[in-house]
């Protein structure tokens, strides 16, 4: 009881003092600054605690979407320009059969449009990415068909 008297005095004395308030402040004050530290630490990507390890994972997992995104774009690029070279090739060759079809009225039949000119076309047309331009090759080509072997 001669304790809790004492104890009781003390605390009272504290309380109107002032001094309470003051170790109660430094005490929170450093509760937060332990706490924000600690915060930061984990944040770093270097840390053993688990923010750290996210963070990692998250910047490797966003560095591959972008790889893939680029991969994606050049493979795009890539079969764009393919695909330009052979419509080139197809236009060449309808040309050509545009010629011939000139000649072919003073001869009855043409050298160079044969089955053998129809299938390398042919080959040349399922090479085409977009099957709208594969349908209306395939059209053209056979229009040119109807006119030559028939």
């Known amino acids: 009881m001669?304790?809790?008297?004492v104890w009781d005095v003390k605390f009272r004395h504290w309380r109107k003092s002032g001094?309470?308030?003051?170790?109660?402040?430094?005490a929170l004050v450093s509760l937060v600054v332990c706490?924000?530290?600690l915060l930061l630490?984990?944040?770093?990507?270097?840390?053993?605690?688990p923010f750290g390890s996210k963070i990692q994972e998250i910047s490797a997992e966003q560095q591959l979407i972008k790889e893939e995104k680029q991969r994606i774009e050049?493979?795009?690029?890539?079969?764009?320009?393919?695909?330009?070279?052979?419509?080139?090739?197809?236009e060449a060759a309808l040309d050509v059969a545009?010629?011939?079809?000139i000649f072919l009225t003073n001869k009855n039949e043409?050298?160079?449009i044969t089955e053998d000119w129809f299938s390398k076309?042919?080959?040349f047309i399922d090479q085409l990415s977009e099957d709208t331009d594969r349908e209306e090759y395939m059209n053209r080509f056979k229009s040119v068909r109807d006119v030559f072997l028939n």
């Open 98 to 101: 545009d010629e011939e079809r």
């Open 110 to 112: 043409s050298a160079i």
């Open 41 to 49: 630490l984990g944040y770093s990507t270097q840390s053993k605690i």
């Open 121 to 123: 076309n042919q080959q």
């Open 74 to 90: 050049a493979e795009k690029v890539a079969t764009e320009e393919k695909d330009d070279q052979i419509k080139d090739q197809l």
């Open 35 to 37: 706490f924000s530290v």
């Open 19 to 26: 001094h309470l308030k003051r170790v109660s402040l430094v």
């Open 2 to 5: 001669c304790s809790y008297l």
